[in-house]
């Protein structure tokens, strides 16, 4: 019910957005609606995480599959002129290809916890090292463009970013996909099992759960759906680099992000991502012209705004660890009369 | 109805079951007794399948086991449950129960076998919404019969039911187990508690550092001195 009345009222005025903003800021619609956009491809990229993260599968691997949905789209479009069309699903095979040779193994050997965070964080690296080392292709550490087709809008090269409304609409759609896959997994019997498992493995397998088929299940699907995430972000951005869309910057941000806007509820990667994209925007606007901070620090001023995001990060995890949202709904719980279902109540 | 023959296993370079053969058949309350350490656990999860054995041969109706991963082994019929009842501590009851259906074979008899079970154990329907992790010690283990039911096994392992039980909880567990017998379920029952799992096995093997001591119905062994002396403290 909670959900459907939200979708009721959200959905329009998401809807109408575009119009909102042009209506209220007419003059800076474009820097409204670009921030729009990132909120939507990053909230798209956390709720594929929060597939795992939300078991107790804390990855730290996905900045990999960003890179390899952004780099394998833009690659077999500049040097093999295929169209991202192609080129998007191949990428997102690649990157399920490359989760489930990780994954495998770890389920198996049942690595968990520190370990599978260390290992997946050394799979960020590997791939981010392969971008840079084939720097005759990718441009290395500074990054490379997809090849322009025609001047604006292109469909056949997917290239819709000089149109911000309609890149607006095109990242909508895909976080919508990403809440709908977020709501078919949640209610599927893969979720209970999961679920399960990331109480007591040996549990999960003496009642017929094979884990390791869970774990890859989801696995593939938060793979490939990072690699469309980071695909589209390439392709929006007309720009990639190791550090934007693929590294351990990236999997770290997805990290905080879904921690802090809550991993066990629908919308906690998307208030993650509002949060996060808002608080570094407002961070890096007001310290970068402020000034009295300049007089202060001087350039140091430039990574002041990352210095204070990365403290109201600690302090949200310590203090918040059910997330922004997750805290919220429990607080409406905890004061509406209104009888929820307990098997539902106790599981979020 | 489940036949082992010659099964070693261990954990890494470690034996801790050296050519154990032996067999149920339909209808019995099989016990192994043991004392700590002797191996019990291990030759429940070797049948079960989350310890595979290093050699030998297992087979449940005629079926071969051997190489086969628990989700294989318990749709023959076997469910396992294990030492410390292992519960989903942070889901409800009822949702321990539903995973314990897992199965697709047990998934379309879901709602048949959740009236069956709380029909058994009617305390679990009470409870139904509480999280698992916090019943009571002789609750859990009810639970933990009941999750293993929902799969709709032949034979139901039991590891350990009364331990870190209060005596009288205790007696109330093996009455559960008495319980399920007479549902018509196989049992293989493995405990410390000599004394009362006696009282409810029709045979009993003994299992001393990993080897099979003896074998024999159960009232002989209750019979025996040695038994009463080294595991009754008679
Ligand atoms: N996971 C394990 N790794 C290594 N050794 C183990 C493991 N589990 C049990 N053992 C060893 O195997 C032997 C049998 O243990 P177990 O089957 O748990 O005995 P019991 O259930 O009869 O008390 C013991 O010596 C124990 O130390
Ligand atoms: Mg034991």
């Known amino acids: ?286 310290m970068q012209s402020s000034v009295t901070l300049q007089a202060l620090f001087g350039s140091a001023v430039l990574a002041l705004d990352t210095l204070i995001y990365g403290l109201l990060l600690i302090l949200f995890i310590i203090y918040m660890p059910k997330g922004i949202l997750g805290a919220l709904l429990e607080k409406r719980e905890k004061t509406s009369s209104a009888p929820t279902p307990p098997s539902r109540a106790v599981l979020r | 109805m489940l036949e082992l023959s010659d099964i070693d296993a261990g954990y890494g370079g470690f034996q801790a079951l050296f050519g154990i053969s032996m067999s149920v058949q339909p209808g019995e309350v099989v016990a192994v007794i043991g004392s700590n350490g002797a191996g019990k656990t291990t030759l429940l999860r070797v049948i079960s399948g989350l310890l595979p054995a290093s050699s030998g041969a297992m087979s449940m109706e005629g079926v071969s086991l051997r190489q086969t991963p628990p989700h294989r082994i318990i749709e023959t019929g076997i469910a396992h449950v294990p030492e410390g009842r292992r519960l989903f501590p942070r889901l409800s009851v009822e949702s321990n129960l539903k995973i314990g259906a897992f199965i697709p074979a047990a998934r379309k008899k879901f709602e048949e076998r959740l009236a069956f079970v709380y029909e058994l154990f009617p305390r679990l329907k009470e409870r139904r919404a509480q999280l698992a992790g916090t019943l009571s010690g002789g609750e859990q283990q009810m639970c933990a019969i009941a999750r293993a039911l929902m799969s709709g096994p032949k034979l139901v392992l039991l590891d350990e039911p009364s331990m870190g039980l209060a005596p009288v909880i205790v007696a109330q567990v093996f009455d559960l187990v008495r319980r399920i017998r007479r549902e018509g379920y196989t049992v293989l029952i493995v405990e410390q508690n000599v004394r009362q799992v006696l009282k409810i096995a029709d045979r009993a093997y003994l299992l001393e550092v990993g080897r099979i001591k003896a074998s024999e119905p159960a009232a002989e062994l209750v019979a025996s001195d040695e038994i009463r002396k080294a595991y009754m403290g008679i």
């Open chain 1, 1 to 286: 019910m909670r959900v459907s009345r939200t979708a009721l009222i959200g959905l329009p005025i998401l809807i109408a957005l575009p119009l909102i903003v042009h209506l209220l800021f007419g003059g800076s619609e474009k820097y409204y609606l670009h921030l729009l956009i990132q909120i939507l491809i990053w909230s798209f990229i956390y709720t594929g995480w929060s597939l795992m993260g939300r078991f107790g599968l804390t990855s730290l691997g996905h900045g990999a599959f960003t890179g390899i949905g952004a780099y394998a789209t833009v690659l077999l479009w500049n040097y093999a002129g295929l169209t991202p069309w192609l080129g998007v699903p191949v990428a997102m095979v690649i990157a399920v290809v490359v989760a489930l040779l990780v994954g495998y193994p770890c389920f198996h050997m049942r690595i968990t916890g520190h370990y599978f965070a260390l290992l997946t964080l050394a799979l960020t690296e590997f791939i981010r090292l392969c971008i840079v080392g084939l720097r005759d292709y990718t441009g290395g550490s500074l990054g490379t463009q997809p090849r322009r087709y025609g001047d604006g809008v292109s469909l056949y090269a997917m290239q819709f970013e000089p149109d911000r409304v309609l890149s607006y609409y095109i990242v909508l759609t895909l976080w919508l996909v990403g809440l709908y896959i977020w709501w078919r997994v949640d209610r599927s019997m893969d979720r209970f099992a999961l679920d399960a498992a990331s109480q007591d493995e040996e549990a999960a397998a003496s009642v017929g759960i094979n884990v390791t088929r869970e774990k890859l299940k989801v696995t593939a699907i938060s793979a490939a759906m990072c690699a469309l995430g980071g695909a589209i972000y390439g392709q929006y951005q007309m720009y990639i680099g190791p550090d934007t869309i693929a590294g351990l910057s990236v999997s770290l941000n997805i990290v905080f992000a879904c921690i802090a806007g809550g991993l066990w509820v629908m919308l906690g990667p998307t208030v993650g991502a509002v949060f996060t994209q808002v608080l570094s925007e407002v961070l890096r606007v007001s």
